[in-house]
């Protein structure tokens, strides 16, 4: 018979250890393997959330692309309408004032041609009114001088020698002075004559003060329609 070779206690115990620690090694390197996997799963899962949220973002940022393309377009055709209405109002504004100042030159050329005309009218008219007074008051004081002429002559031939005698006496020396001074006083008609004249002229300055007046007046009325209209427009721009 064979002899069975016994081992030693102290090989039993290494053989022991050396199973144990396979073991552990094993067990450390299947857990350390799951972890790994568990890590790769989760780091595929958190690629495959921002591969996601990036191809969200991505259709977010076109969505937003294309909504900014369509309002620059929107309102660079607004922006040309709003162009064109402001040089249409501009042109139309434009014509306006041209046609207001053609209108505003024509009356002032109307005005002053009507304020010459009417001078030129007025003026030989006045002079004519002036003439026709004048010549109205001179018939008027030469018949009144004429008048009191007669009047002293027809005294002096009714006055008798015995009346002569009487206001050559001292008791008549008041009627004397009186009678005396009747001749002054029927010079007085006289003054109504000068007063019509000075009336006439004052007239004829007073009328041609009134023309000026409404010259002037006239050209104001049209300088303040002007500048009304020249504000109105300009507060509108």
Do not use: F, Y
Not at 163 to 174: D, F, G, V, Y
């Amino acid at each position: 018979m064979k002899q069975v070779e016994v081992e030693p206690p102290w090989a039993i115990r290494e053989l022991k250890q050396i199973i144990q620690h396979e073991r552990a090694v094993r067990q450390q390197a299947q857990l350390a393997a799951e972890q790994a996997l568990t890590a790769a799963k989760e780091a595929q899962r958190v690629v495959l959330e921002l591969e996601q949220e990036l191809d969200s973002k991505n259709q977010q940022l076109d969505q937003e692309r294309k909504q900014a393309d369509a309002a620059a377009q929107k309102a660079a055709k607004e922006c040309q309408v709003a162009v064109l209405k402001l040089e249409k109002e501009l042109d139309r504004k434009s014509q306006q004032l041209e046609k207001e100042r053609t209108a505003r030159e024509q009356a002032e050329n109307a005005a002053r041609k009507a304020v010459e005309t009417t001078g030129s009218k007025d003026a030989p008219q006045s002079a004519k009114a002036d003439s026709d007074k004048c010549s109205e008051a001179r018939p008027k004081r030469e018949t009144e001088e004429l008048n009191v002429d007669d009047a002293v002559h027809s005294t002096s031939r009714a006055v008798s020698p015995n009346e002569i005698t009487e206001k050559s006496s001292p008791l008549k020396r008041p009627h004397e002075s009186t009678e005396a001074q009747s001749p002054k006083a029927s010079k007085k008609p006289r003054g109504p004559g000068k007063a019509r004249l000075k009336t006439a002229q004052a007239e004829g300055s007073k009328h041609k003060m009134s023309l000026q007046q409404a010259r002037k007046t006239a050209q104001e009325e049209i300088e303040m329609r002007v500048e009304q209209r020249a504000k109105q427009l300009s507060s509108k721009k």
